[in-house]
């Protein structure tokens, strides 16, 4: 790791600079007047501290551009100003620290930067969320050991990577690492696939077959989509992660392996053993040690990373010089909901960067679909006496939950509509907010019903004065309500992962099975 520190403020300088130099780290100085982009040309550092001038307009303009080489920059401020903070982090400090502070703290804080870029660049997994720290973090604790480990997470959040990066980091390092997606193996071959066959097991048998855990001995088996594996081969899945042995469909040696399964799956397999289509004894063996991908839209702020990373490398790849992405069509691009995550938004930047007549992303190269997927879901809502009487960020934002809570309704009569080509052509309205009978002029109940429907969607009652659980609560009891109580339906509709619905359902002890008895 390289690290460039300015002269700007010499005393935490020099001192930082002891430091890093005595832990063995390569380090540059620069005085204010030296050339500090020809410095940054030269050196090629991993990370950049600003002791000073944190603020000067050509030091941000060398931030900007050291966003799209991966470059952090830890920038001094000379006073405590939050909003400060904020407005420097997003224009691509990865942190900001107010003066004085002690060499120590400030050496911790670039140690910290160092390890997290380690270990994005050992992973490949691109982010400074929380949500993001976190799952590396987890793999960095994981891949030392050989339990089997469990990673949920939606499709295109990067399961395989996480995956592939316990194993570079694991001692099994320089061993065989094969993927198995299971859901891709017909029912009839898959026992064939895992463990083998003998000549003439069965009919084209022709000659004997090495099975993947045979292929990944002394390695790693990454067993995609463990969900959808049958369950005649669940309980020889089971048997062959407790006895480290298997046999070969045909054959009756049993033959030793030394493998570490790590196995991934898109839906809460929790959820699967309840249905009874998972083997609980099998998902007890598999879920030694968990990690969690968040979807996409938990961890948004990690978007514009992403995104420069994929049109630097994506550009590259074909040839395309791009200056970059203007400030709306990035603006847009944090606001769609991705339900395809990395994997969608990858694929989207590759298309733009082959098909932009410009050197600059603009919103006009974005397609229609993902322009208007974030706005179009917005409904014009009357808002009725209360709201209107109501003053001051507390009528906002009660008129925000109100907005975001018709929202859900219209988005529950849109997958009805898709899912019953009868009623495609009916036409939804939106019933006025009005005052609650039951709770008094000062409650609000919003409805929306399409006409004609048996069963109308729930209807949401919320007051000035309710707290924050209580109209998260109630959200969540609405959707379980309208998605009969399917968990992952009501994740989808409240725009939240599954995991964290589940975390909600046991904070309020909410039963979904009971709501969806009352529709």
Known sequence: MRVLITLTDVEPAVRLNALLEAAGTQTAVVSPLDDLRGEIKRFKPDLIVLTGAIGDPGNLQIVRDQLWNGVSVIGLADVEDPDLRERLRTLGFVDIYTKPISADELYLAVRRVMDRKRLTDATGLIGQSDAINEVLLKVEQIAPVSSTVIIEGESGTG????????????????????????????????????????????????????????????????????????????????????????????????????????????????????????????????????????PLRERREDIPLLVRRFIKELSAQHDREFHGISAEAMQILMSYPWPGNVRELRNLIESMVVLAPGREIGPEDIPRGIREGGAARFLPVHIGPVMRGAVGSEGRELEFLVRSMLELRLQVEELRRRLDDERRDQR??????????????????????????????????????MTMAEIERAAIEAALRDTRGNRRKAAEMLDIGERTLYRKLRDYGIAPEELAATR
């Open 159 to 294: 399961k395989e990577l996480v995956a592939h990066a316990m194993h570079r980091l694991s001692p099994r390092r320089g061993k065989p690492f094969i993927a198995v997606n299971a859901g891709a193996l017909p029912e009839t071959l898959i026992e064939s696939e895992l463990f083998g066959h003998e000549k003439g097991a069965f009919t084209g048998a022709a000659e004997r077959r090495i099975g993947r855990f045979e292929l990944a001995d002394t390695g790693t088996l990454f067993l995609d989509e463990i969900g959808e594996i049958p369950p005649s081969t669940q309980v020889k899945l089971l048997r062959v992660l407790e006895e480290r042995k298997l046999t070969r469909v045909g054959g009756t040696t049993q033959i030793p392996i030394d493998v570490r399964v790590v196995a991934a799956t898109n839906r809460p397999l929790r959820e699967s053993v309840e249905e009874g289509r998972f083997r609980a004894d099998l998902y007890y063996r598999l879920s030694v040690l968990g990690i969690y991908l968040p």
């Open 428 to 465: 939804e309205w939106v019933g006025e907010v009005q005052p609650s009978p039951a709770l008094g002029s000062g409650a609000i109940a919003g409805a929306i019903e399409p006409p004609d429907q048996p069963v109308p969607p729930s209807t949401l009652t919320l007051s000035p004065g």
